[in-house]
């Protein structure tokens, strides 16, 4: 069945770092993939999201590309700041039938000042 | 716009014990989801309700029973709690007519006993 992995955490970084957090999935056919962001005491909210191979998804400054050859759609932000400290979540939903979400493990990131 | 809210925000039960939790939304979105989020394992989706007036069985079902009670009420239920439910208990909702986003209700933390 469709399935996300997705790094393990913590990951810690020091302000103004360079950030990847990385997911893979399985999936047959081609599926909308997302990441979705928590921040302490509250639900998820939506970062950002990539609905065909090649796009490009982008917000608040994060970025990830739809890899259909490598089945990836890697998390990355060229310099962190302490107010993304957070839980982030890489998903996928697939377009063949059904409302389903399937959700990563969730990756905590715990930035430094 | 209050978006998705949950009731209550935080609730401790005995072994047995029944409740209902309560979510609604203010989008107008035709579909609705359960969730759990246990540490490590992510989002598992309990049930899910594609519009108003049908509801199907998720990931993890057992143990709960909902109820779409209209377009904007979605409610889930516990009818004799056991500790291995101990767990964060998320709604979502989508417009479920092709936009995919998923938007969250901040959450209800239950705890058995």
């Known amino acids: 069945g469709d399935s996300v992995t997705q790094m393990e955490g913590p990951v810690t970084l020091s302000e103004e770092a360079f950030l990847t957090i990385n997911c893979t999935y399985t999936a047959t056919g081609y599926p909308s993939l997302f990441w979705y962001v928590q921040y302490p005491g509250e639900g998820l909210q939506l970062l950002l999201k990539?609905?065909?191979?090649?796009d490009k998804g982008s917000n608040k400054g994060f970025e990830a590309t739809y890899r259909k050859e490598t089945t990836s759609f890697h998390l990355e932000k060229g310099s962190v700041q302490v107010s993304d400290s957070a839980v982030y979540f890489c998903?996928?939903?697939?377009?063949?039938?059904?409302?389903?979400?399937?959700f990563g493990a969730g990756t905590r990131l715990f930035v430094k000042a | 716009n209050a978006g998705v809210t949950q009731t209550p925000k935080f609730q401790v039960l005995k072994t047995g014990q029944s409740m209902t939790l309560q979510c609604a939304q203010d989008m107008n979105h035709n579909s609705m989801y359960w969730y759990r989020q246990d540490p490590g394992m992510g989002l598992r989706l309990i049930y899910y309700s594609a519009s108003e007036g049908t509801t199907d069985k998720g990931e993890v079902p057992n143990g709960y029973n909902v109820s779409r009670l209209n377009k904007r009420e979605f409610s889930l239920r516990l009818e004799s709690a056991a500790p291995s439910q101990t767990s964060v208990y998320f709604c979502a909702s989508s417009t479920g007519t092709g936009e995919e986003t998923q938007y969250f209700g901040p959450g209800t933390r239950l705890l058995v006993l």
């Open positions: 998903a996928l939903r697939a377009n063949t039938g059904g409302f389903k979400t399937i």
């Open positions: 990539a609905t065909k191979a090649d």
